[in-house]
């Protein structure tokens, strides 16, 4: 055993250990060797701390101490047996720890990436992330069990579930289906919580109704309303719209119709209520008139709801989130009309269009009769009631294994005027089918998603996207940074012959589709049943009251929407208190679940494949034939108003810088092409450097020269205001026939704006500062 100890204890230390609850030290090692080869003498002193300690006061005791010799001492009743024994416990809890640490650690790498709200909102704002393992799963494992796991049946039970008559934004009804909402993603193990806004919205007179008189007639009792119209009283003779697009109201204009103090008659469909009023008030209209536009399928009595502010969210926080407590002065939306609008039924329309005179209705309009003269005069009142609401957002998130801070976003709205089937009861069904579907996927197959996805339940859906719009708001430094992709599921089934999708740079959306719909038909294997054929109109670009408007050009986050709808025609009972369960059976051949089935797995391959991907597959390389078409048309147009009116336009403004930065965002496009595919795309850091400089594209197509205040649509393409290359080509338009809104030197800021715009894109698409091709 001294040889042993011996061997253990390196030379020229101290050592401290206990032998029997005594303290004791090696306080001396010396390790020698004879010059005759015998064998190595060890010498060592062992002595107790007290001993030292004593036997250091005395001199004369430290002289005699030093003539002793020194020898090991071997405690008392310790033997080699009871040493090895020592040793050998000691190794086997060693081991036993190991273990126990080990799998720990293995259990915690393996458990579902349900997330606290720690972790979560500490993964938005941390600049980086401990990279994990990479995903095994391989893609066409992932569609299977996609497209195994969701089921007509387990629609069936979900629109039973989430099916209400009643759920308003802000009502008892509402808050229920967001506790049903919440209470399944905690069921599937997600981490979940909410977003709370204190938002004005828009009731219906307290007592009485609104009313609409023609001739001095009451037209009869109007339970439809449109949120957000000016209030009060306004008289007009009567002027049919048709859709009440600036085309429409021009077509008046050319028949020297003036619409000033008129009120205008309009039908629904084609634009927003918001763009038909909007419309209105540039002309001066007094008022505007809206009725149902399919009489085929909807009843004559049959009611309209809707919103008339152009822009989303609540407008009395334009820019900034409607949270309690928060201090802002009072200010309104530049977007809020500034004329009064009413919904009326058809029964009343073609009470007032069977009595107007005037001249005949252009033709092409699809409407036989007259437009009105100055005498059918028609009063209209509104009386709505605006009132402080809360409304709630419900989320859920399954976390990702190697850039969790980095999320896809689908959503629904769940709230409704009436019953909303199709507008709110089957999308808030998908979304919850596909939190339950990836959960599983992830809990009991092995599913490991890259990056995170992020599941939302919005309020306040029909008054504008007022509760995904505050959420944008409220976090929009985080977001535009953190979230790649939002995909929109509100009325994803209002028909069945079609599939029309509208999507920005996201190259993935027709990838999907040939890869999901290939044949182009949906045929039901269980049943042999065939169900429809698909045809597809890619690229439509994304309307002002689409949910996903906001995503796009408010946060610089690309978005997509889509739909199953029957061909030329608009689900007609949107809006209104029709959209029940039997109407959208109806429309469908009953084949809602169905279609449902295929939705859902046409969205969840979209996502699925954001999040497993190593790259996001959105194609920077679009944008550049968008900006060249622009630049084209900015350019001849420049040419021909210095040509019409040099006065106006001096020779000297070229459109060679607005060339060479589409020039140097064309190039950045192509290098970041080429370098993706020179990449090793097994490094992690490098993945996550080019899907940064993937995701900064839309941001970066955000005006930083408009205020999000006033203009808060402010992508240059997709968005809406005077900043964007759309209106710049509409401000050439009126220059060349001198119009008095055209103003010569307001283009040219906003020319050179839009410029530096596209140069600021490019120079952030190119990565590295030293890498920026600027030859402005």
């Known amino acids: 055993s001294d040889q042993i100890l011996t061997a253990l204890l390196p030379s020229s230390i101290s050592v401290s250990t206990q032998f029997n609850g005594e303290p004791r030290s090696y306080t001396r090692f010396n390790l020698t060797q004879n010059m005759e080869g015998e064998n190595s003498q060890v010498e060592m002193k062992l002595s107790s701390d007290m001993d030292e300690e004593v036997g250091g006061n005395g001199v004369g005791e430290d002289h005699n ?42 259990k915690k790498e393996l458990a579902p990436p349900s997330c606290s709200r720690s972790t979560f909102e500490e993964s938005i704002t941390q600049s980086s992330v401990k990279m994990e393992a990479d995903p095994l799963m391989d893609w066409n494992d992932v569609k299977r069990l996609l497209d195994e796991k969701m089921s007509a049946s387990s629609f069936e039970s ?6 209400s008559e009643s759920h308003q934004a802000g009502s008892a009804g509402d808050t229920v289906l967001a506790k049903q909402v919440m209470g399944r993603f905690k069921e599937y193990g997600m981490y979940t919580w909410t977003d709370e806004h204190y938002v004005k919205l828009v009731d219906p007179p307290a007592s009485g109704s609104n009313k609409v008189t023609f001739k001095g007639s009451d037209l009869g009792t109007l339970r439809g309303y449109l949120a957000y119209s000016k209030t009060g009283t306004a008289k007009g003779a009567v002027l049919h719209g048709n859709y009440g697009q600036m085309d429409d109201l021009r077509k008046l204009q050319d028949k020297n119709i003036a619409l000033d103090g008129r009120v205008l008659l309009v039908r629904s469909g084609k634009i927003s209520f918001a763009e038909k009023v909007a419309n209105a008030a540039k002309l001066n209209a007094s008022a505007v008139l809206i009725y149902p536009a399919d009489d085929r399928r909807i009843g004559g009595s049959t009611q309209l709801f809707g919103h008339v502010h152009l822009g989303s969210g609540d407008p009395y926080t334009p820019g900034f989130p409607s949270f309690n407590h928060t201090q802002f002065p009072p200010v309104q939306s530049s977007g809020l009309p500034s004329i009064l609008a009413q919904t009326i039924t058809v029964n009343m329309a073609t009470t007032i269009m069977r009595e107007i005179e005037g001249k005949s209705t252009p033709t092409g309009w699809g409407v036989v009769g007259k437009l009105g003269d100055n005498d059918d005069m028609v009063t209209v009142e509104v009386n709505n009631v605006l ?17 969790p801070d980095r999320f896809v976003v689908m959503g629904a709205q769940r709230d409704a005027w009436g019953p909303g089937f199709a507008s709110s009861t089957v999308g808030t069904s998908v979304l919850v089918e596909l939190a339950r579907t990836i959960s599983d996927m992830v809990k009991n197959d092995g599913f490991k998603p890259r990056r995170s996805i992020v599941f939302a339940s919005w309020s306040a859906g029909e008054y504008g996207s007022v509760g995904a719009t505050e959420w944008l708001e409220g976090y929009l430094s985080s977001l535009n940074m953190k979230a790649f992709s939002y ?20 190259a993935l959306f027709g990838f999907v589709i040939r890869e999901h719909f290939s044949p182009p038909y949906l045929y039901d294997l269980s049943s042999h049943v065939f169900l429809c054929y698909l045809c597809f109109n890619s690229m439509e670009p994304l309307r002002l009251n689409d949910p996903a408007y906001p995503f796009i050009t408010f946060s610089g986050i690309p978005s997509v929407s889509f739909r199953f709808t029957t061909e030329g025609e608009e689900y007609p009972f949107l809006g209104t208190l029709d ?60 040419k021909t108003v210095q040509s019409m009116q040099p006065q106006l336009l001096p020779k000297s403004l070229s459109v060679q810088w607005l060339m060479s930065a589409t020039g140097s965002y064309s190039r950045a496009a192509s290098s970041l092409a080429t370098e993706i ?15 940064d400089r993937i995701m900064s594209v839309e941001r970066d197509f955000l005006s930083p020269y408009v205020s999000p205040r006033e203009t808060p649509f402010r992508h240059i393409l997709v968005g809406s205001g005077s900043h964007t290359l759309k209106a710049l080509s509409d401000h050439l338009d009126a220059l060349q026939i001198d119009h008095s809104g055209a103003n010569a030197d307001l283009f040219r800021i906003q020319f050179a704006l839009a410029t530096w715009t596209i140069q600021g894109c490019a120079n952030s698409l190119a990565g590295e500062v030293w890498s920026t091709d600027n030859m402005i």
């Open 65 to 106: 101490h030093a003539k002793e010799p020194y020898v090991v001492h071997r405690p008392a009743g310790r033997t080699p047996k009871s040493v090895c024994f020592m040793v050998a416990t000691i190794l086997l809890i060693f081991i036993i720890s190991y273990l126990i640490g080990y799998l720990s650690h293995r």
């Open 158 to 163: 979900a629109f039973s579930e989430f099916a």
């Open 387 to 403: 009132a402080e609401k809360l409304i709630v957002n419900v989320f859920g998130v399954i976390k990702g294994f190697v850039d």
């Open 487 to 506: 995909i929109n599921l509100d009325g994803v089934v209002t028909g069945m012959y079609s599939v029309f999708d509208f999507c920005t740079q996201n």
């Open 579 to 638: 959209d029940t369960r039997d109407k959208l059976y109806g429309a469908t051949s009953n084949q809602v679940a169905k279609l449902a089935v295929s939705a859902g797995q046409f969205a969840g391959k979209i996502a699925l494949r954001l999040v497993h991907d190593h790259l996001l597959r959105l194609d920077v390389e679009k944008y550049t034939r968008q900006i060249r078409t622009h630049v084209f048309a900015i350019n001849s147009k420049i």
């Open 677 to 691: 595919d020179n990449s090793n795309l097994e490094d992690a850091e490098l993945c996550r450097n080019i899907n």
